[in-house]
């Protein structure tokens, strides 16, 4: 074996044995997962407790634009505000006959004065509830300045002059196929790639230059180079620390897809959607913005194989260049204190192109 490669064998063995490595290399793909799955699962959640809202109108006026459902009750009071302020500050609240969610006060007419309407509450209210409340009045505010114009029919002909637009995006592959696509699910999955290629050459880019002041600070790099040549010395340490970036990323992968899968399964997510289902998909997008049958069904319309692969090249080659990069600080240093010194003018290149990449991913062809 050459010498290259024995370093390189050090180096790989060295960091993969290590119990940080296998840790986090088992652990990550979990989180990732998390990101994924615990969000979608919390927003699935919903409260079965009905919330109580007191709606205290001046005008007496919207008591048809707020409607009762499953999940908020309304109950319009000629009480004073200050009441039911008194009643949630005291702490004897047995003799209220049920909790209070929010209180709604409406001082004005709103179609003279649209701030007149006001939520007051102990406890911070949910988005759901001010969004309720706010799109009930609209809709009603609306049909009453239509109202006013006093043109027959004006609402019909108003939303008889909407048009909804569906815009399908299709891609003409070499093969004269062609395939559902969608600008924005390839934004993200350009942007994820760029921040992972940021965040393993930023990872194993450090490793690197500590490895080679951790050697030169313990004098066994004076012994190694008795042995091999510098150039040898720093091409098996990149490449063995390249490879176990790679070996990382792989098992990373692997395993998240198979988490993902797993977790898709029992959450009744088809991650296997013919050419109709992706054409549906690609519709509803444009229609009602992201749903995450959707975004895995669009998933299945790009070609991951040579994504994968593109990722690997990009990783390595820069990779290569800024871990040569981080080498050469770490011969030139004397102590940790002075990394970070130092490190700097080589990391505001790499965050520049972070930031070249999130607009480069808007317009590919600038």
């Known amino acids: 074996m050459s010498k290259i490669g024995i370093i390189i064998q050090r180096e790989y063995k060295s960091r993969v044995m290590k119990k940080s490595f296998l840790l986090l290399t088992f652990l990550t793909p979990l989180l990732f997962a998390a990101l994924i799955f615990v969000p979608i699962w919390i927003s699935t959640l919903e409260s079965n407790n009905v919330k109580n809202i007191v709606v205290i109108d001046k005008t007496s006026s919207y008591r048809e634009a707020l409607k ?87 609402k019909e002909k108003i939303e008889e002059s909407k048009t909804d637009l569906k815009i399908q995006t299709i891609k003409w592959e070499a093969s004269g196929k062609q395939k559902e696509a969608s600008a924005e699910v390839a934004l993200i999955i350009g942007m994820i790639a760029a921040f992972l290629i940021y965040t393993f050459i930023m990872m194993y880019g450090s490793q690197v230059m500590s490895g080679v002041l951790q050697e030169k600070t313990s004098r066994i790099v004076e012994v190694i180079v008795s042995s091999v040549k510098p150039f040898e010395l720093m091409m098996g340490k990149i490449i063995g620390i390249a490879l176990v970036g790679l070996t990382q990323f792989l098992i990373w992968t692997i395993l998240t897809l198979i988490i993902s899968v797993i977790a898709g399964t029992f959450m009744g997510i088809n991650l296997h959607p013919n050419a109709a289902q992706v054409a549906q998909a690609t519709s509803t997008m444009n229609d009602s913005g992201f749903d995450i049958q959707n975004i895995f069904t669009l998933l299945s ?46 990391t505001l290149p790499i965050i520049f192109a972070l930031i070249v990449a999130i607009y480069g991913a808007q317009n590919p062809d600038s």
């Open 301 to 346: 319309s790009f070609d991951f194989a040579k994504i994968l692969v593109l990722f690997v090249i990009y990783f390595l080659f820069g990779y290569l260049l800024y871990a040569s990069l981080f080498a050469a600080i770490g011969s030139a240093v004397d102590n940790e204190t002075d990394i970070q010194q130092f490190s700097a003018p080589i």
């Open 68 to 154: 009762n459902n499953n999940k908020f009750v309304f109950t319009f009071s000629n009480q004073p505000l200050e009441n039911y302020r008194a009643q949630i500050e005291s702490e004897d609240k047995k003799d209220q006959p049920k909790e209070l969610a929010a209180i709604l006060y409406i001082t004005d007419d709103l179609v003279k004065n649209p701030n007149a309407a006001t939520i007051y509450s102990e406890k911070q209210v949910g988005i759901d509830l001010v969004d309720y409340i706010k799109n009930s009045l609209n809709d009603y505010v609306q049909n009453k300045k239509l109202a006013s114009y006093n043109i027959p029919n004006l």
